[in-house]
């Protein structure tokens, strides 16, 4: 996601007034009926934007209103929580329980790599982006602060434990996991996010994705590989 409003405090100080929506406390996670809600209200912002109401999710997920609230707050509260499942679509490497290779290193890096392609890429994902920029700046909506919050700076605080046991195995050299991140950030998403949220249809498909991820990896540990 590449959205530049404010720095990392700020953007999470404005998110605080929404973390009373589902999944804001550690190891919370939305119900199946509240899964089907999100869902339904990322198919309103793939056809809508993010102009529908809370009235428009009610119908479109065949639930009351007040249960809405009851779930997630406000307007925000839904939002926020509607970004965070779609970025928990993103699948986490796991960690070998054993003893940590550079092999197995780059495997959990190409894994990684290919599903968060595979949702960044996605329509779904591609509407929460072209609605968050829409307003930025405009004061119109918090949903670029949201997206930054539970996007790009989640996926960081994500990804920090593979890199600290990479570093610890000896297989990464680095000053700053939040450099680290940026730059395999660059090499995994480059320019197929700006190019999809201009319109552009040819997004990379299963197989292109497994080939991008796989060089994302191998450049990486090129850059801030040891021996």
Request: a negative charge; charged letters at 20%.
């Amino acid at each position: 996601m590449t959205l530049t409003l404010a720095p990392d405090a700020a953007l999470e100080s404005a998110a605080k007034p929404a973390e009373t929506a589902i999944g804001a406390s550690v190891g919370e996670g939305p119900s199946e009926r509240q899964q089907e809600v999100l869902d339904a209200v990322l198919k309103l912002m793939v056809a809508e934007g993010d102009g529908f109401s809370v009235a428009a999710v009610a119908r479109a997920a065949s639930c009351s209103k007040e249960t809405l609230y009851k779930w997630f707050g406000d307007r925000d509260g839904l939002l926020t929580a509607t970004v965070r499942w779609q970025a928990s679509k993103v699948r986490m490497p796991k960690l070998p329980q054993d003893r940590l290779t550079r092999a197995s290193l780059e495997a959990a890096l190409t894994g990684f790599a290919e599903s968060w392609l595979s949702v960044i890429t996605s329509d779904l994902s591609i509407a929460l982006n072209r609605a968050a920029v829409s307003h930025a700046g405009s004061g119109k909506s918090r949903l670029g602060a949201i997206v930054l919050t539970n996007g790009p700076f989640a996926m960081k605080r994500r990804l920090e434990p593979l890199f600290e046991a990479g570093r610890a195995a000896g297989f990464l050299s680095f000053d700053d996991a939040g450099e680290a991140f940026h730059a395999f950030f660059g090499l995994v998403v480059a320019d197929a996010q700006i190019r999809a949220l201009l319109g552009d249809d040819s997004r990379p498909d299963a197989t292109e994705i497994e080939t991008i991820s796989a060089k994302a990896a191998q450049q990486f540990l090129s850059l801030y590989g040891r021996g």
